[in-house]
């Protein structure tokens, strides 16, 4: 199992800086008469309605997930400027990197963690919890821990997250400042190319970790 986070909004980092520690994934639509939630044998969180199981979490607690990256990031990452191997851990990845290194022009997942393979990953994150909410549900401390940036000046205060996308002037990166986390996370989803999901407001599965590797 690996989870993408999107660079373009600072997320991936978040992850990597300890400072993102939840995502919302796997939504789902149902108009609950009788909502109830457990956890199998497996850890993970089974939704029903009354009796009958709805939807089942893809990941457990205590499952260790893979935090995709391109594999041109995972190599500079481990090599960075360096001109040889002076540890272990850098011949072992080398050993697996030579090739993708050499065709890097006509690899998919040189550029794209899309197509990036788990067990080449090299962070990884533990789940520690797991919930489920319709996604409007969420509440301003889990709004931060899924990113969203607290700012506090003598006279106000406000919530953003980081966009690197190039603005008109070639100006990055831009922050849009919002009242509240959950504005601030309701923008983040929009500006993910999402608004519609916003607006149906599914049921999503909450998921809490930390990071391991």
């Not at 457990?60 to 851990?89: M, R």
């Not at 709004?143 to 607290?150: D, P, R, V, W």
Request: proline content about 2%; some cysteine; overall charge positive.
């Amino acid at each position: 199992m690996k989870w993408g986070f999107k660079e373009k909004y600072g997320l991936q980092t978040g992850v990597l800086h300890k400072t993102k520690t939840n995502t919302r994934r796997e939504p789902f639509e149902h108009d609950f008469k009788d909502f109830r939630a457990s956890f199998d044998k497996d850890n993970r969180l089974c939704v029903y309605d009354g009796d009958k199981l709805i939807k089942r979490s893809k990941v457990g607690i205590g499952d260790v997930v893979a935090v995709a990256q391109s594999y041109s990031e995972v190599y500079n990452e481990i090599f960075g400027n360096v001109a040889h191997f002076n540890n272990d851990a850098q011949l072992e990845f080398g050993l697996k990197y030579t090739l993708l290194e050499a065709q890097k022009e006509s690899v998919e997942g040189w550029k794209n963690k899309m197509y990036v393979r788990e067990d080449l990953m090299i962070h990884k994150v533990k789940v520690t919890g797991i919930k489920a909410e319709r996604l409007q549900d969420i509440s301003d401390e889990d709004c931060l821990k899924e990113g969203i940036i607290k700012v506090k000046s003598l006279i106000y205060t406000a919530y953003t997250f980081i966009d690197y996308t190039k603005d008109e002037r070639g100006n990055l990166p831009s922050y849009f400042f919002q009242k509240t986390p959950r504005d601030a996370f309701a923008l983040l989803i929009v500006k993910m190319g999402n608004s519609k999901i916003w607006q149906r407001n599914p049921w999503v599965f909450a998921y809490e970790f930390k990071l391991v590797k």
